[in-house]
């Protein structure tokens, strides 16, 4: 999970487990430390090859766009088939077009109050239990 916003990584986290997903989750506050995590230190992709499962990504991060999170992500022989979740407050369509043209599985524009939010994590939670995300071995 790659969130700057600690309250939304929690309550992510938190509806995700509601959901019954018990797979492990790695909180990452910036770009850099999740492609280095994703990719590697030498950012080949293969240190970290078949690692991940899936991607919850934030666009708006202190470092970096997380489009240009996901343009590295959707580029790599190693991650590109990685499911990734976008879930941001942007919901300009210009932008949302963009993140599915470059590979982007999902988008959600995350609401603005947290009643709203809430509801739309626990969607996301229940989407992820309906799906049967496998566990890594």
Do not use: W
């Not at 300009?92 to 009643?115: F, W």
């Amino acid at each position: 999970m790659i969130e700057d916003d600690e309250g939304h990584a929690r309550l992510i986290e938190k509806n995700i487990r509601r959901a019954g997903v018990s797979n492990e989750i790695i909180p990452f506050t910036n770009g850099t430390d999740a492609l280095r995590y994703l990719l590697g230190a030498d950012g080949s992709g293969i240190e970290s090859a078949g690692r991940q499962i899936l991607v919850l990504l934030d666009l708006n991060l202190p470092d970096m766009t997380g489009i240009d999170i996901l343009e590295k992500i959707k580029s790599n022989q190693h991650t590109r088939r990685s499911p990734v979740v976008v879930l941001t407050t942007t919901d300009d369509s210009r932008e949302i077009q963009r993140c599915y043209d470059l590979g982007a599985n999902v988008y959600i524009t995350k609401p603005v109050n947290y009643e709203g939010f809430a509801n739309a994590i626990r969607q996301l939670g229940l989407f992820f239990a309906v799906m049967q995300v496998p566990e890594t071995e």
